[in-house]
């Protein structure tokens, strides 16, 4: 008897809790936020947040489309936020829940993926590199062209990204990552090919960790995530190659189909507090576009050319582009190679 009145007690103390608690859904990338940060939220704003994660912006678009329309928030890449806003996916922000976009700097709004910023607002920056264990690794890395080297066979791993992906293998051909020459897309595709004899997996959120374990010695990811390992085994180096590389601006964006889009905007707004930024930098490695932010922001990372671009690095590398209808056409490439 004793333990029914035991149960029934659990069941109103929690059914109480969750009375009139809203709930926020976010729909994020993997390893990309400060966890204590949903937490400080969840209390300050008395609500509850659910997180789930995405490896890359083709599987979150997939899912919206699909029909999942349980998502508040989501962090799209800025190719994806003009593919996003084209589809009608996007529901306008409501900028006055927003006043801590006064700690943007203009250069860091109406960029040509929404070019009134009435859609997304910049979360966080990076680009993609190499991250590698210098003990493993006999030979230079400062290439692309490192990722077909037979010596490394079985012991490297590519991001699960298409875009990421042929541009690696544009980079090398000499071709700019947005390239849309189907004749180019073929030499791509084939170079992809036979880079996937010596390939050991394509793997976003885990390849860090094989970094790690050392079941692989040579990981193609973001740098943010790269350093996330870095920390615990200083063998791990990363490397820029030098034909240039892929950046990224991520951003905060609201479905059309959210059902808490005001919880949705006070999260928008509490990411731009300075010292959230600054916190979830300390965390995650990737560079904020709150300038604000910087006097809280570890020397280490803020002085780290790996972390915060430098102009060299900027300059000769390129953020991927929307390709429209050229999309389609791409797709079926991968799935060629991811099918073989
Ligand atoms: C975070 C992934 C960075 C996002 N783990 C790349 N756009």
């Known amino acids: 008897m004793k333990k029914y009145y035991?149960?029934?007690?659990?069941?109103?103390?929690?059914?109480?809790?969750?009375?009139?608690?809203?709930?926020?859904?976010?729909?994020?990338?993997?390893?990309?936020?400060?966890?204590?940060?949903?937490?400080?939220?969840?209390?300050?704003?008395?609500?509850?947040?659910?997180?789930?994660?995405?490896?890359?912006?083709?599987?979150m678009l997939a899912k919206l489309q699909a029909g999942a329309a349980g998502y508040d928030l989501v962090f799209p890449t800025g190719y994806m936020v003009s593919m996003m806003i084209k589809d009608g996916m996007l529901a306008e922000l409501d900028k006055s829940l927003l006043d801590n976009m006064k700690n943007l700097d203009e250069k860091d709004l109406d960029r040509n993926w929404d070019p009134e910023s009435k859609y997304s607002l910049p979360y966080m920056y990076g680009f993609t590199a190499i991250g590698y264990k210098s003990d493993k690794v006999t030979d230079v890395v400062d290439s692309w062209t490192i990722l077909q080297n037979p010596k490394y066979k079985s012991k490297i791993v590519l991001l699960d990204d298409m875009n990421e992906v042929f541009a690696i293998a544009f980079k090398i051909l000499g071709y700019s990552v947005n390239d849309t020459d189907p004749k180019h897309l073929e030499e791509a595709k084939n170079l992809l090919l036979e880079q996937k004899k010596i390939l050991k997996k394509y793997e976003t959120t885990m390849g860090k960790d094989m970094l790690l374990s050392g079941d692989a010695y040579l990981v193609h990811n973001w740098t943010g995530d790269l350093f996330q390992v870095v920390d615990q085994d200083s063998t791990i180096k990363i490397a820029v190659p030098k034909e240039g590389t892929v950046i990224f601006v991520d951003n905060t964006c609201v479905p059309k189909t959210a059902q808490n889009k005001v919880l949705a905007m006070k999260f928008i707004n509490y990411l731009m507090r300075p010292e959230i930024a600054a916190k979830n930098v300390n965390k995650v490695f990737y560079a904020s576009p709150i300038d604000a932010a910087l006097p809280m922001i570890s020397e280490e990372i803020k002085n780290n050319p790996n972390i915060y671009l430098t102009k060299e690095v900027y300059d000769k590398s390129e953020a991927l582009a929307d390709l429209g209808e050229y999309t389609a056409i791409k797709e079926k490439a991968w799935s060629e190679i991811k099918s073989k």
């Open 6 to 59: 035991f149960v029934l007690l659990a069941f109103l103390f929690i059914s109480g809790c969750g009375k009139n608690q809203e709930v926020l859904n976010i729909y994020n990338w993997a390893d990309y936020v400060d966890e204590q940060i949903l937490r400080d939220f969840e209390k300050e704003f008395n609500c509850k947040i659910n997180y789930d994660t995405f490896a890359n912006n083709e599987e």
